[in-house]
């Protein structure tokens, strides 16, 4: 089953007075359960592709559902929702926030969510993540890896069934790095649909399938 | 973890930045405090002080009948003078128990202006049932004594006893009782028996003023009416003295809330700056928990929540320190006011601490409201990219 179908997906923002076009006309579909990376140069229109995948953004024209459902044309409080029950982030820059320990930012979706706060929940995605012994800790005293591994709990919190990472390595050496695609892969092994956008073409290599966009189109991995 | 407790940690971040808002709010609602504790304290002693004077209506010469009251009660001197004529006529008038005469002097001593009191023990002492007097109080025919003030015996060192040359002739008089303190201007003077007055000062059959007590309020202005048919006289009830005092007090009044307005509007637009500020700082961050799933209501409640913890804060630290600091308010106050009555204006009265603590929370709402806005509209694919318009 599909659970990302993009048609025809065109985006066009102003700068100043010029019109960029940043996609044009991308057709796209990721099955339940890929493990897909996205690949390109500097400004081909990989954020922009992955803020509209994420709900983040709209699309100026072409059709797109998530889990079967048309995005296009719902206002801001529904793409949140979208947002909240099927989609995981994952920055570059972690944002985590400082103040909270390890255990309350992953918990910090379920405050949005309305859910009850579960150590238990916590605990599981902590161990999943590897750092367990973290929790009561606060984002400060982490290395890099460790935050990015928060930040992927905490994108996990709500059970998504799509994770989408922008750069997730960026911040990473190539060791730290090669763990946080380790732990993409578990999780694509337990049937999560893991998209990330990256530069680096070595670790792109490792998702089933890189799909590469050049100048605002797909050209490879379709 | 709640909202609440996220807002709590979220203040924590900066500090210093947090604590200065805070105080900014508390010296706001401190001013506005004390302000309108000094209002409804000012109006409530001066009421308290006007109704020990013991007479409800003031005789006195023609002339300006408020500057002769204000100076009669703080001790001052008209050159102009009532007779005995006008005592018996006052004490024929209908409705009046007692018309007590006085005959105010003033002797400078030291270059201290010291006032004397000519008084009838008998008629005077039944309108000021609040007098104990160490020593004993001297009767109508007695010369060449004295009662005086607590404050003035303190600073002149005198106990009942003591002898002192007093007066245009320097007599020896002596001290035969001290009033212990009422809390008026009367712990001040020099009373002496009013003939033996007029006799020291030359002013025999003349009077200052007479205080007249009516034997109902709802007779004052009858008796006032009648009173005035006499030449000479002219009556100026208590009524309007606190009327008077209240208009005048009324002036420093609207200078002083204007500095409260002043204040609070400054405090106000510093904690929006701030609130801007914070927002600004972390816009990414807001645009992050926009993509993890909070609405725009949740970021505008979490800044609400926020600036209210603040001022709420700043509310309840403000009226304590006004509590604490109600002394060298009340006196910088006192500086400021034409008349003011003896006893403390501030008072602890929760429905006025509960109308500034609600007073911080409007103002906390009212600031916090353009920041929620602003934040929750935020795109957030546009505030993760840090874009802030």
Known sequence: MNIIEATGICKTYRRGREEVCALSGVNLTIEEGEFVSIVGPSGAGKTALMNILGCLDTPT????????????????????????????????QFFLIPTLTVGENIGLPLLFSGTPFKSETIESLLEKVGLLHRTDHLPGQLSG????????ARALVNNPRILLADEPTGNLDSVTADGIYQLFEDLHRQGITVIVVTHNRELALRAGRVITIRDGCVVAGI | MNLLSFAVKNIKRRKGRTLLTIAGVAIAVAILFSLLSFSAGYERELTREMDSLG???????????????????????????????DLVRARATEGVVIAAPMLLQQVIKDGIPHIVYGIEPAVMLPLKPAWKVDGRFFTENETRVMVIGSTLAEKENLAPG???????????????????????????????????????????????????????????????????????????????????????????????????VIAIVISAAGITNTLLMSVNERTREI???????????????LLITETLLITTIGGIVGILAALAG?????????????????????????????????????????????????SARLSPMEAIRGEWE
Request: with cysteine; charged share 15%.
């Open chain 1, 145 to 152: 890896g460790e935050m990015q591994r928060v930040a992927i």
């Open chain 1, 61 to 92: 024209s072409g059709m797109l559902m998530i889990d079967g459902m048309p995005v296009n044309g719902k206002g801001e409080a529904e793409l949140v929702k979208i947002r909240r029950e099927h989609i995981g982030f994952v920055f570059q």
């Open chain 2, 326 to 374: 109600s002394g060298i308010i009340e006196a910088f106050v006192r500086g400021m006011v034409p008349y003011a009555p003896s006893g403390s204006f501030v008072s602890f009265d929760p429905f006025l601490i509960g109308s500034c603590l609600l007073f911080s929370i409007g103002l906390g709402l009212l600031c916090g409201l353009y920041p929620a806005w602003k």
């Open chain 2, 162 to 260: 003591s002898v002192i040359p007093f007066g245009p002739s320097q007599e020896q008089y002596t001290i035969i009782g001290v009033l212990q303190p009422t809390g008026s201007e009367d712990d001040n003077f020099h009373f002496l028996p009013l003939a033996d007055a007029q006799r020291a000062f030359g002013k025999e059959g003349l009077i200052t003023a007479i205080a007249v007590k009516a034997d109902d309020v709802k007779h004052i202005p009858a008796i006032a009416e009648n009173l005035e048919k006499v030449p000479d006289i002219q009556v100026v009830t208590m009524a309007q003295v606190t009327g008077t005092i209240m208009n005048l007090v009324g002036s420093a009044r609207s200078l002083l809330f204007s500095v409260i």
């Open chain 2, 55 to 85: 007479f409800h209506l003031l005789a006195v010469p023609k002339g300006c009948p408020y500057e002769a009251t204000t100076l009669i009660l703080h001790g001052g001197v008209i050159p102009k003078y009532l007779t005995n004529e």
């Open chain 2, 287 to 301: 645009g992050m928990m926009k993509a993890i799933g909070a609405s725009g209501y949740h970021i505008a409640i």
